[in-house]
């Protein structure tokens, strides 16, 4: 089992809210990565950082931020959720190549 | 345009079966292939990696090979189980210095007892 933890496993929330999805992760690994993925559908890459104080937009274009200020920590904020955000939302993190990822168990987001 | 294709969404076999998945991909040059295992409302679990220098890679009833001319992945599970019901993913990374990896839609298996 990987130790990489996600809260909240599932939130439903009204539109407009400003939400914060936690990541953190206890392997010391440099790279994490934030994944969106709809029910049966592959994984898209929505942000990534290679270390702290380094963070990059990923291949799907996202209204969401994130922020990396400590090596464990990699939090998702969306500063206004609409039903458009309803998704699974899954965070990784990799050690260096060949990469493999390790991921935490998601959060179902929910906007009503 | 790159793309990764998995050879069918579906996949329904009988318990003790070789269950065979199929990984293609286009204008990749990838350094590893990965698979993963994703269990419903559960993020995927690494499974096995094979560089583009290796042929097959075991991993006790797992078997995976990677065919850089055919631009194809093969990933087998013998003595297959009804515990090993899950959807299979296939990753590559985008060449060399990439971190980054590219999931395939996945195969959702059924071991039917």
């Known amino acids: 089992e990987a130790d990489i933890y996600q809260t909240p496993r599932y939130l439903v929330i009204g539109t407009g809210k400003k939400i914060t999805l936690e990541c953190s992760q206890t392997?010391?690994?440099?790279?994490m990565y934030w994944y969106q993925q709809d029910p049966g559908m592959e994984l898209h890459l929505i942000h990534y950082?290679?270390?702290?104080?380094?963070?990059e937009k990923g291949d799907l274009s996202s209204e969401s931020t994130v922020s990396r200020i400590r090596t464990e920590h990699f939090p998702l904020t969306l500063e206004s959720a609409r039903p458009s955000h309803t998704s699974q939302y899954l965070c990784?993190?990799?050690?260096?190549?060949?990469?493999?990822?390790?991921f935490g168990p998601g959060t179902r987001l929910t906007v009503t | 345009s790159q793309k990764i294709e998995q050879n069918s969404e579906a996949l329904n076999i009988q318990e003790g079966k070789t269950a065979t998945l199929t990984c293609n991909y286009t204008?990749?040059?990838?350094?590893?292939l990965q698979w993963y295992r994703q269990d419903p409302g559960r993020g995927p679990v690494f499974l096995l990696l094979?560089?583009?220098?290796?042929k097959e890679k075991r991993k006790e009833r797992l078997k995976v090979t990677f065919d850089t001319t055919l631009k194809q992945s093969l990933f087998h599970i013998t003595a297959s189980q009804p515990a090993d019901s899950a959807t299979y993913l296939c990753?590559?990374?985008?060449?060399?210095?990439?971190?980054?990896?590219?999931f395939g839609k996945g195969t959702k298996l059924s071991v039917i007892p």
């Open positions: 990784a993190s990799s050690d260096a190549r060949p990469c493999e990822q390790y």
């Open positions: 392997m010391g690994h440099d790279k």
């Open positions: 950082s290679y270390g702290v104080n380094s963070t």
């Open positions: 204008n990749y040059s990838p350094a590893y």
């Open positions: 094979i560089r583009e220098n290796e």
């Open positions: 990753a590559l990374d985008s060449g060399a210095g990439s971190y980054q990896l590219t």
